[in-house]
């Protein structure tokens, strides 16, 4: 045993007092339990300071924190999964200066797991990659929820979330809007956010729904009280307003990967179908109807649903199947002239009068002015693709933009005018477009190509933050075409008559 003399003043003594007498006034034994103490609380705490630092008064523990039973944790920590919490709660444990600094950040909840205990560690990585290791997947993912909404007016949104073993990785990305970022959250970690807050603004409601839905085996189906009014009246409601109504989006120019997982989740929500399984680019729908024109109309809902998309569907009936295949002679050959558009230079256009010989021999006119529009936008994502490779452009202003739309105009053979009113403002005339008026004659469908043209250059470049005016169209009787090209969200709109925005 190793001996050491230490000098005590009377008030150590008299700290020492109920230990002493504990131990029966044996000082060293006073003194190792006190060194048993010290060694917990720097395993607890990292060092005695944090411990020192953490001893609160009575009225702090019932103010700030709570002893809670580890079963009861858990069930909240259950409770609270697909929930985001509220910006004031991550104030409150969290410095706001500190939402900047991403390593700092880290050193923050590391430090938070020690105070409460939590055996969860936090690392970061560049770019902004933070790896939470050890404790529960709830406490995890409570933490990864604190972490993102500290970033969130960052513009910081998530990227990829993953859970392992004992591990979880949350990959961080900067965003274009706090919207967006905002949005990833919601999406990866507060998918229940908005229904639950729904449910406990209206438990009744919810509640009896639920009953419902549970008593009669989900065989419930969802219309609109517009929709009721039209089928008790006798009048027939237009069979798409199930779409606009349940995604929330009009039923129109949406790219197929993305509108079939939608018409998926409308139709099985709504419960007209029991489910519906997607395939590539074909959709297998099973419903239990057994009337031949109940069965018709649904099939033919969701044909319209998709030719107002510009995809053109085909639908096999068996029993309690319905199958719609995707007819791909038309998108063939458009992907075919988009694929001659990336390769060819000076032969593109001769490839695109080619194609528009093809579409003017078909007889399904309503179809050719859907597909033609499906072109003309395709036809402008992919020029801005092959121009943004070639000038290494990384970022589109309307200058860079003016300049890509008139070699675009170039390529299809229009004599067209374009003008920057401003730095958010674009003036654009065409006077002649031969693609119209191809062989002399102006043909609808081929101006709904160069309509395509343009909203689909305007959507690649602007990500949906610039609008198309319209103020002139030949196809509506004006000698010449004539837009606007407004980039909306830096642009307050004039309430005036200017510009008619």
């Known amino acids: 045993m190793e001996r050491r003399n230490i000098t005590l003043e009377k008030k150590h003594l008299d700290i020492l007092s109920p230990l002493l007498k504990k131990n029966q006034d044996n000082i060293s034994a006073s003194i190792r339990e006190i060194i048993d103490f010290a060694d917990i609380m720097i395993k607890s705490y990292g060092s005695i300071e944090n411990a020192i630092d953490d001893a ?41 200066h500190f939402f900047s600094d991403f390593k700092g950040l880290a050193t923050q909840f590391n430090d938070l797991c020690i105070k409460l205990g939590w055996k969860t560690k936090i690392n ?3 770019p902004i990659i933070y790896i939470l290791s050890g404790g529960s997947e709830n406490q995890r993912e409570l933490i990864a929820k604190l972490i993102c909404s500290c970033l969130i007016d960052q513009n910081i949104g998530i990227n990829g979330l993953s859970h392992g073993y004992s591990l979880t990785k949350l990959e961080l990305v900067e965003r274009n809007s706090r919207n967006e970022a905002y949005n990833d959250c919601l999406t990866r970690l507060g998918y229940l956010d908005t229904s639950i807050k729904e449910i406990k603004s209206r438990p009744e409601f919810w509640n009896s729904l639920i009953r419902t839905h549970i008593h009669t085996d989900y065989q419930m189906v969802t219309v609109h009280r517009n929709n009721f009014e039209n089928f008790t009246s006798g009048i027939k409601p237009d069979n798409t307003d199930i779409f606009s109504i349940f995604s929330g989006m009009p039923c129109i120019d949406i790219n ?20 519906v399984e997607v395939d590539q680019d074909t959709l297998k729908i099973f419903h239990s109807y057994t009337i031949d024109k109940t069965i ?33 002679e038309i998108d063939g050959r458009i992907t075919e002239l988009v694929d001659n558009l990336i390769s060819s230079k000076g032969n593109f256009n001769h490839e695109l009068m080619t194609f528009l010989i093809f579409l003017d021999g078909m007889k399904d006119k309503t179809l050719i002015n859907a597909k033609a529009k499906e072109l003309g936008f395709r036809m402008g994502e992919q020029i801005l693709i092959e121009y943004e490779k070639e000038f290494n452009i990384t970022d589109w202003d309307l200058e860079k933009f003016k300049e890509a739309f008139s070699d675009i105009d170039q390529k299809v053979g229009r004599e067209s005018t374009l003008e920057l009113i401003d ?11 031969q693609i119209a008026h191809r062989q002399g004659k ?40 004539e837009f606007y090209v407004v980039i909306e969200t830096k642009l307050k709109m004039p309430i005036d008559e200017s510009y008619k925005l």
């Not at 197929?256 to 489910?275: G, N």
């Open 423 to 433: 730095a958010n403002v674009m003036h654009y005339i065409v006077n002649k477009c």
């Open 56 to 96: 609160v008064s009575i009225e702090r523990i019932e103010n700030q924190r709570l002893l809670v039973d580890q079963a009861i944790w858990q069930w909240i920590l259950e409770c609270s999964r697909g929930l985001l919490p509220e910006k004031r709660i991550v104030e409150s444990i969290i410095e706001p």
């Open 256 to 275: 197929l990967q993305r509108l079939l997982p939608i018409i998926k989740s409308v139709f099985e929500t709504s419960r007209i179908v029991d489910r």
């Open 124 to 126: 970061f990585k560049e």
């Open 442 to 481: 102006f043909k609808i469908h081929l101006c709904n190509l160069t309509n395509g043209l343009l909203k689909g250059a305007v959507d690649y470049a602007f990500k949906g933050d610039a609008v198309i005016k319209v103020e002139k169209m030949i196809q509506s009787g004006d000698d010449f075409c």
């Open 296 to 328: 018709k109309e649904i099939t033919r809902t969701v044909l319209n649903i998709l030719e107002k998309n510009g995809y053109h569907y085909e639908a096999i009936q068996a029993s309690s199947i319905i199958i719609l295949q995707h007819k791909t």
